[in-house]
C-alpha cells in the first residue's frame, strides 16, 4: 500500500512570500499530524487534523496554518515567510481511532525541504 | 516541555561494535515507537512497543520497554555503517506523539 506522499520535495521562497504544502496520507488513515524539523530545535509539533477538523496544536504564530479535506488529505500554509522557517516540513499520518492496542503508529512523509532565501 | 530524554545525543563508533541508547520520561506511555530518519528523508518506523516489559527484536536491533512504560531502550548489536542515523523514540498517549531529543549515530567503517 502506498506510503505518505508529500509534495513537493523542495522548495525555495524569498521572504514575504506564502507556500502551501501537501500531504496525502496512507488510504484508510484519519488523522494528518504536521511537525517542522531543524537541526537546532528537532522537531517540533505543528497542528494535528482528524476529520477536517484541527484537534490539536502546537505552539507555532498564526502564520502557520493548516487544513484538511474530506478524503484526508491536509495542507499547511506558511504566510509571510521568514528566514527562520527554513525547515524539514514531515507530516505524518496514523489509524487514531484505533481497533486494538498499537494502532496508533505514525507513518512519516519524506518530507518538504522549504528554505527561504 | 521536552518530556523524553534520549541518550546519548551522539554516538560515533566503530563498525562491529555494541551500543544501547536510552529513551526516559517521568510519564507514562500508551505505547512507544523508535524510528530511525536519514538526512534529507522523513523518520522510518522500526518498531513499536505497548506492553510494559516488552522486548522486541528486528534482526540486530533490540528494542526493551521498561516495566512501568515510561522509559525504553534501543540496543545494536555489530553496527554497521548502515546503521547511520538519527533514531528517535517517540511516546503516545492520549493520541498525542512526544518526541525524544533524538540520538546521532555514526559508524566508522
Known amino acids: 500500500k502506498a506510503g505518505v506522499t508529500q509534495t513537493p520535495r523542495y522548495l525555495i521562497k524569498t521572504r514575504g512570500q506564502q507556500v502551501t504544502l501537501s500531504c496525502s496520507p496512507i488510504?484508510?488513515?484519519?488523522?494528518v499530524s504536521w511537525y517542522q524539523q531543524t537541526p537546532g530545535q528537532g522537531l517540533q509539533f505543528l497542528f494535528e487534523y482528524f476529520s477536517e477538523t484541527q484537534r490539536n496544536k502546537g505552539n507555532f504564530p498564526g502564520r502557520f496554518s493548516g487544513r484538511q479535506f474530506s478524503n484526508s488529505r491536509s495542507e499547511m500554509n506558511v504566510s509571510t515567510l521568514e528566514l527562520g522557517d527554513s525547515a524539514l516540513y514531515l507530516c505524518?499520518?496514523?489509524?487514531?481511532?484505533?481497533?486494538?492496542?498499537?494502532?496508533?503508529?505514525?507513518?512519516f512523509g519524506q518530507g518538504t525541504r522549504l528554505t527561504v532565501v | 516541555t521536552q518530556l523524553l530524554e534520549q541518550s546519548p545525543q551522539f554516538l560515533s563508533i566503530q563498525e562491529g561494535e555494541n551500543l544501547t541508547v536510552y529513551c526516559n520520561s517521568s510519564?507514562?506511555?500508551?505505547?512507544l515507537q523508535w524510528y530511525r530518519q536519514e538526512p534529507g528523508e522523513g523518520p522510518v518506523l522500526l518498531v513499536t512497543?505497548?506492553?510494559?516489559?516488552e522486548v522486541k527484536k528486528l534482526k540486530r536491533l533490540t528494542f526493551q520497554f521498561g516495566d512501568a512504560r515510561k522509559d525504553s531502550s534501543l540496543h545494536i548489536t555489530a553496527a554497521q555503517p548502515g546503521d547511520t542515523g538519527l533514531y528517535l523514540c517517540v511516546g503516545e498517549r492520549a493520541y498525542k506523539y512526544i518526541f525524544g531529543t533524538g540520538t546521532r549515530l555514526k559508524v566508522l567503517a
Open positions: 510519564s507514562v506511555f500508551s505505547s
Open positions: 488510504s484508510g488513515h484519519r488523522s
Open positions: 512497543v505497548v506492553t510494559g516489559g
Open positions: 505524518a499520518s496514523s489509524l487514531k481511532v484505533p481497533l486494538q492496542k498499537g494502532d496508533t503508529e505514525a507513518f
